[in-house]
């Protein structure tokens, strides 16, 4: 994105917004907390609890692969995600 927009004919405000927006983006990805990732996962299954739920389902809510996620819940809440 950050690319596209220097090499078209951007203002230097356009450019600096791409930018701002880039790196916003990038600190709450990095910064999200296991909180959120757990909270996530819970609200999923709470709303879904009335039909099949896989744990690629969960997986996709969470950010995280099947087997990280797996790691990830039983040392946050000391059970499986399932």
Avoid at 22 to 34: M, N
Avoid at 57 to 71: F, M, Q
Wanted: hydrophobic letters at 35%; charged letters at 20%.
């Amino acid at each position: 994105m950050l690319q596209n927009t220097a090499k078209s004919n951007a203002t230097p405000f356009r450019i600096s917004a791409a930018g701002y927006s880039f790196v916003t983006d990038f600190f709450e990805y990095v910064t999200k907390t296991s909180d959120d990732i757990i909270a996530n996962v819970r609200q999923y299954l709470e709303n879904n609890c009335n039909h099949p739920i896989t744990l690629d389902d969960v997986a996709n809510v969470s950010g995280l692969d099947k087997y990280a996620l797996c790691r990830y819940f039983k040392k946050h809440n000391k059970r499986s995600v399932m």
